[in-house]
């Protein structure tokens, strides 16, 4: 089945700085790449997704890059303010009907 | 927080006693999915439900069981054989399994002494 690595496990940045996390799947039939951030003690939440017909995605200050070739991607924070401080879900899968397999987790300290 | 509905919050049970979460959903979505989180680790499929009255596998369903005999609810029934029960669970639902956005509950943190 389909495997989700992510990296790195924690990561720390001073505010205004920028923030990526890497991720790597091994199935190249999975074609949708979500990402979720779970604040402390919240439900995780839809922050942006990605399908493998597009290679990159911005929501003003988060992108999502994707390399198929590779089977890897990524997250990039911009300008981190202190509530982007959370833990961070990759996740993929294949087409419909199938499941989602998360990665396993990037916890953020955005650093004022 | 309307649309998923996780109860209760907190559980407690002892050891060798089965306990079921409750997870209710209105949002119409027909895929449903029970996701099991411990410190410092990913979420782990456990079962999940494309449609009604069908469930399937996930990662790590030994010790648990499900049902979905209505649409809009999908509990999880955690079993005396499920060794390490201690965790925080998550139901989600989408509106179709695989490739749409999950919709999460609170969770229910469920102790086992």
């Known amino acids: 089945g389909e495997n989700v690595e992510q990296h790195p496990s924690t990561l720390s940045v001073q505010e205004g700085d920028s923030a990526v996390i890497k991720c790597t799947y091994s199935d190249s039939a999975s074609n949708y790449f979500p990402w979720y951030k779970q604040e402390l003690g919240k439900r995780p939440q839809l922050i942006i997704d990605?399908?493998?017909?597009?290679g990159e995605k911005k929501d003003q200050r988060i992108a999502v890059t994707l390399n198929k070739t590779a089977k890897h991607f990524s997250l990039h924070i911009t300008e981190t303010q202190p509530e982007d401080s959370a833990v961070y879900f990759c996740a993929a899968s294949k087409a419909a009907g199938n499941k989602l397999t998360f990665g396993g987790g990037t916890r953020v300290l955005v650093k004022p | 927080d309307g649309g998923i509905t996780q109860s209760p919050k907190y559980l407690f049970r002892k050891e060798g006693q089965n306990v079921t979460l409750s997870c209710e959903q209105n949002l119409n979505h027909d895929a449903m999915y029970w996701y099991r989180q411990d410190p410092g680790q990913g979420l782990r499929l456990i079962y999940y439900?494309?449609?009604?009255?069908?469930?399937q596998k996930g990662d790590i369903a030994e010790g648990y069981s499900v049902s979905r005999e209505k649409k809009e609810s999908f509990p999880l029934t955690v079993t005396s054989a499920q060794k390490n029960p201690t965790a925080f669970y998550l139901c989600?639902?989408?509106?179709?399994?695989?490739?749409?956005?999950?919709?999460f509950g609170n969770g229910t943190r469920l102790t086992v002494t």
């Open positions: 439900s494309q449609i009604v009255n069908d469930f």
């Open positions: 989600a639902s989408s509106i179709a399994a695989g490739d749409s956005p999950l919709h």
């Open positions: 990605i399908r493998s017909n597009v």
